[in-house]
């Protein structure tokens, strides 16, 4: 009998151990793309019978693809986690945090929410050596420091997140075969943007589709070329304390962004329709133009997420194409990116959450997800030929070359600021009001409000 149960139970064992590697997108050794040394490595770490809940804004298909992720996770280490992700989560975690029951991590898509987090002693200071970490292993790493090193309840500064999972948003998209009839290449620097732009004009087209409505948030576009602008004319330092209002909002520096701007959506002959068509242009439509026979335009500079307004069935990186939205080469200022992402932090301190953000370092958590759908990393230890698809590939490629990372500012800035008086200001803008008196309208506002 003993002898029966026990080839029994290792049959089970077996089984079950089958079980659990059929959960796992991908066999462990079997694909050349990932690190799989970083998956055994994470074996060391014995995490049996602790469980670890994960909440963030991810429903749906980014759901399942982040637990497909997590999956390696708990293989390594035996441990139980749970993520309870989808809409909702901002006010969700923010209720949870309160009433005493934080999930171990939560998923941020709002570095400004962490901040607050931090400041009122919800959140817990990852170790100090991952500040070290994060600036040798994440291209523009300094910048991924500086974006989760918020102050404390007692005022001193720590790092307190990891981000994982970033957009960007400095892309110009084109049609490469109607650069390649005009004879047009693609430019590497801002001076040769500009001058590509007169040169189309100069031969009888139209260099630019812009548009800024959308509705309610008629307006958010512009304020992503301001501050590709502010990124491209001024130092980091600088950009962050515009964003933070340290340097005022009709401070010179930020004007002269806005007139940056300005050198392409207010010259009429720059953008489809003429500058008046574009704040009245909605953005899911200004694409477009790119499409029409003879072009209506040439370039379109917006975030990664713009060819789901493509015309149906357009093939990026046949049919569409993107390019790096470039910084001057005379100002010395490096490439800066701008985009977002989601940070994450640890709300209730545990073994098993500091091992899960430890996880997030190791090269298997961003290849997991990078070989499917939907994701970038600047983890410079991933192996780049594991992204699903060409397009991500480059975009990725971007995020590499960075020497500067920046969030969204207006998504930083009060919403009274970012998602009010700088929407409507940039349309006023375009329509031909004093790029200086919106400014100093914008301040106004900032002011009232302190």
């Not at 060391?44 to 693809?65: N, R």
């Not at 987090?117 to 170790?127: D, I, S, T, Y």
């Not at 087209?205 to 509705?215: A, R, Y």
């Amino acid at each position: 009998m003993k002898s029966r149960y026990f080839m029994g139970a290792a049959a089970f064992a077996l089984l079950a151990g089958a079980a659990q590697a059929q959960e796992l997108k991908f066999a462990p050794g079997e694909d050349a793309r990932f690190h799989w040394d970083s998956f055994e490595a994470l074996k060391a770490t014995d995490l049996k019978g602790q469980s670890l809940k994960i909440d963030g804004p991810w429903g749906g298909v980014d759901k399942e693809l982040f637990e497909s992720v997590i999956a390696y996770f708990e293989a390594a280490t035996g441990a139980d986690v749970e993520y309870s992700g989808g809409d909702g989560f901002e006010q969700r975690v923010m209720i949870d945090v309160e009433a005493g029951s934080p999930p171990g991590i939560a998923v941020i898509p709002q570095p400004g929410l962490a901040a607050d987090l931090a400041k009122r002693g919800k959140l817990a200071a990852l170790p100090a050596e991952t500040a070290d970490w994060l600036k040798e292993n994440y291209a523009a790493g300094q910048s991924w420091v500086d974006l989760a090193t918020y102050a404390g309840p007692d005022g001193a500064k720590a790092l307190y997140g990891m981000f994982y999972k970033v957009d960007v948003k400095s892309l110009v998209w084109y049609v490469p075969e109607n650069f390649e009839d005009a004879g047009y290449e693609v430019p590497t620097t801002m001076e040769g943007l500009k001058e590509l732009t007169a040169q189309i004009v100069a031969d009888g087209g139209t260099p630019w589709c812009i548009g800024l409505g959308s509705g309610p948030a008629t307006g958010w576009p512009a304020t992503d070329w301001v501050e590709d602008m502010m990124l491209r004319n001024n130092t980091p330092a600088d950009y962050d304390a515009w964003v933070s209002n340290e340097m005022k909002f009709d401070d010179p520096k930020v004007i002269a962004a806005i007139e940056d701007f300005g050198s392409f959506a207010r010259v009429d002959a720059n953008v489809a329709g003429g500058a008046g068509a574009v704040g009245s242009t909605d953005f899911r439509d200004s694409p477009k133009g790119l499409f029409a026979s003879p072009p209506a335009c040439y370039m379109h500079r917006q975030a990664s997420f713009i060819p789901s307004f493509f015309p149906e069935g357009t093939v990026v990186g046949e049919d569409a194409d993107f390019f790096y939205f470039p910084a001057y080469e005379g100002k010395d200022l490096g490439k800066p990116v701008l985009g977002a992402g989601t940070l994450f932090v640890v709300t209730q301190d545990s073994p098993v959450a500091q091992a899960f953000m430890k996880f997030l370092q190791s090269p298997i958590a961003h290849e997991i997800w990078m070989a499917q759908s939907g994701f970038l990393t600047p983890h410079k230890g991933v192996n780049t030929e594991a992204y699903g698809d060409p397009t991500l590939k480059k975009m990725g490629d971007i995020l590499l070359g960075a020497d500067t990372f920046r969030f969204d500012g207006s998504d930083l800035m009060p919403g009274a600021i970012g998602a009010g008086v700088f929407w409507t200001g940039m349309v006023d803008y375009t329509a031909g009001k004093d790029a200086a008196a919106v400014a100093a309208d914008i301040q106004k506002t900032w002011d009232s409000i302190k």
